[in-house]
């Protein structure tokens, strides 16, 4: 761990009870506050999905909820622990605590996308998972990103390499990217915003749930 770090499960952050994988805001509010975090406090978020092969999803997930619920002081660190010990930087073998405090949020809806949104077309729809999955089905409309796409040896990848990534997009039309349950599209998603573009997160769970309740079934792109 980087020293004085807190630590908080990734795994903690996904409702298993619903559809859509995105706790209630409360209760990403109380999982925050029994870390000891408040609304105010500045944050740097890092960590890895290793069992998915590495690379920061694991953060940008945390990152993503944080400003879900209006979280504003809050940056992630590029390369996570790996860069920073290679600068040297200190670790210890344990996460630190913190006295437990109430984290007050301010919800901020507009980041996740609703089923009847990313229906209406309002949207540019980025299916950020890989190719296979991509092919077997997707959301009508929507364009493959895999989530690799943006990072290089578990970085993100600069300005120039994702203006690559990203040049079937354009930034005047909102942005939907999505996959099984929105952890690796928040890389995407992450990415997408710190490139300028007006971006929600969405899941792949939610968009097969509500199609089974309708006539229709979801085509492939």
Not at 112 to 117: C, L, R
Not at 147 to 160: C, T
Not at 208 to 216: D, L, Q, S
Request: glycine content about 6%; hydrophobic content about 40%; aromatic content about 10%.
């Amino acid at each position: 761990y980087i020293k004085d770090a807190i630590h908080i499960s990734s795994k903690d952050l996904v409702d298993n009870n619903n559809s859509t994988y995105i706790p209630a805001p409360e209760e990403i509010a109380r999982i925050f506050g029994e870390a000891g975090i408040t609304r105010n406090d500045p944050l740097v978020v890092y960590g890895e999905c290793r069992p998915c092969g590495g690379g920061p999803s694991a953060a940008t997930y945390v990152y993503w909820q944080l400003r879900y619920v209006g979280h504003e002081n809050v940056l992630l660190l590029d390369g996570g622990i790996d860069a920073w010990e290679k600068a040297g930087l200190p670790v210890q073998n344990a996460s630190s605590t913190r006295k437990a405090a109430n984290y007050v949020p301010a919800l901020r809806p507009e980041l996740f996308a609703t089923y009847d949104y990313v229906k209406s077309g309002s949207a540019q729809i980025v299916d950020a998972r890989t190719a296979m999955e991509f092919e077997s089905g997707s959301i009508p409309g929507a364009i493959n990103i895999p989530y690799s796409e943006v990072l290089k040896d578990k970085k993100i990848k600069n300005k120039a390499e994702l203006e690559e990534v990203f040049v079937n997009l354009t930034k005047e039309k909102p942005v939907v990217v999505f996959t099984m349950t929105g952890s690796k599209a928040s890389m995407v998603w992450f990415t997408l915003t710190m490139m300028g573009y007006e971006a929600k997160l969405y899941t792949w769970k939610d968009w097969t749930k509500n199609r089974r309740a309708t006539p229709e079934k979801a085509q492939k792109a």
